[in-house]
Structures are given as structure tokens and as C-alpha cells.
């Protein structure tokens, strides 16, 4: 099955600066890529996404980056505030169901 | 419009028990899949049902099981349970046949002693 690291497990960083956020997968069938966003005792939320016919897409801060041939993909999030602080969870899934698998997590502190 | 609703929240067993956990998705959502979360491990899957059929299912033993239900509630039971299970259950429902994006609940912690 799919296999998605993540790195890294933690990160701080000023505020104003930026923040990124690796994940590599295993299986090249994977073709959607979503991020999610988990505050502090609260559910997790998608923030962006891609899909494999896209190699880059930007919303605001938060950008993600998709390289298919070396199977890696990245969150960048630039002028980070401390209201970006949360957990954040890269995923990996194939276009048959609704099926993820998602990285350990990155804490991501932004220190004021 | 009212989003998914897991109960319950919190709940304590002992080793051995067997405990169900309850998830109503986003009115109009056939799919739901269920996660486990747990501290060092993010969210693995466990099962997605679509329209009261489980389309997949995640790498837990047998002990673990679902099924849904004609209104798309799911529900996920936990045999004979271990100190191991001790996590929170994430249900999320979807809206989409495939790749969509997940709406999850609050969660039900389940603390096993």
C-alpha cells in the first residue's frame, strides 16, 4: 500500500517568515494531494490541494508544490502569523474511493 | 447545514470490552471512512463505506468493523479490546465518489485501561 513521510515532525519559526513542509510517497498511482490543518483540540480541516496534472497552486499564504517523477510534494506557507500555528498533515490518495493516506503530522509553531 | 456528528465524544473501557462509535455525516454525504489518530502516527485509515457498502478497508486487525446504514450514518465497533486502542476516532463524510475533500467530526476518544 501507500506509504507517506513527512517531515518535519516539528518547526518553529518567527513570524513573517516562512514555513515548509515536506512529504514524499511510495505509489505512483497516488494522484491527489490535500493538505490538512488541525488546531489544538479540533478537528482537522483541508486548507489545499493538487492533483497530479498540476505542478503548483497557490491560495493566499499557502502554496503546494507537486514533483510526480521524484514522488514529493511540499506546503510552503509564507508570512506566517500565529494563527498558522497547528498541526498540519499532508495526505496521499488514488482516484478510486475516498481512501487516504496521511503523513505523521508537522507541528508548526510561529512564534510571535 | 449541520456538519458530521460523532458520539460518543469521550469514553473509558477496560481491556477485553467491545465499544461502537456512532458518526452522521453532512446531510447528502454517502461516503464516510473512519481514522484512527493517535500521538507520533497521524490519522490512519481504517474503512470508507459508500452507500452501505465498504469500498475500503485500511490495515487493523478483525476486531475492528463498521457498517452504514440506508440514511449514511456509520457506525464502527471495536472488539475485545487492547491498551493499543487507545485513540481518537475520526469519522469524516464526503461528498464526492472519489478524492473529495473530508469533513470530519469532533472525534470520540477512547481511552482502554
Known amino acids: 500500500g501507500e506509504n507517506v513521510e513527512q517531515h518535519p515532525s516539528t518547526l518553529s519559526v518567527q513570524e513573517g517568515d516562512s514555513a515548509v513542509i515536506k512529504c514524499t510517497y511510495s505509489d505512483s498511482a497516488s494522484n491527489y494531494f490535500p493538505w490538512y490543518k488541525q488546531e489544538l483540540g479540533k478537528r482537522p480541516q483541508l486548507i489545499i490541494d493538487i492533483r497530479s496534472n498540476v505542478g503548483e497552486k497557490k491560495d493566499q499564504r499557502i502554496a503546494v508544490t507537486l514533483n510526480k517523477t521524484a514522488k514529493h510534494f511540499s506546503l510552503h506557507i509564507t508570512e506566517t502569523q500565529p494563527e498558522d500555528s497547528a498541526v498540519y498533515f499532508c495526505a496521499a490518495s488514488i482516484s478510486t474511493g475516498n481512501q487516504f493516506y496521511f503523513g505523521t503530522g508537522t507541528s508548526l509553531t510561529v512564534i510571535p | 447545514k449541520a456538519g458530521v456528528t460523532q458520539t460518543p465524544r469521550y469514553l473509558i473501557k477496560t481491556r477485553g470490552q467491545q465499544v461502537t462509535l456512532s458518526c452522521s455525516p453532512i446531510?447528502?454525504?454517502?461516503?464516510v471512512s473512519w481514522y484512527q489518530q493517535t500521538p507520533g502516527q497521524g490519522l490512519q485509515f481504517l474503512f470508507e463505506y459508500f452507500s452501505e457498502t465498504q469500498r475500503n478497508k485500511g490495515n487493523f486487525p478483525g476486531r475492528f468493523s463498521g457498517r452504514q446504514f440506508s440514511n449514511s450514518r456509520s457506525e464502527m465497533n471495536v472488539s475485545t479490546l487492547e491498551l493499543g486502542d487507545s485513540a481518537l476516532y475520526l469519522c469524516a463524510s464526503t461528498g464526492t465518489l472519489n478524492t473529495g475533500e473530508l469533513f470530519f467530526g469532533e472525534g470520540s476518544r477512547l481511552t482502554v485501561l
Open positions: 446531510s447528502g454525504h454517502r461516503s
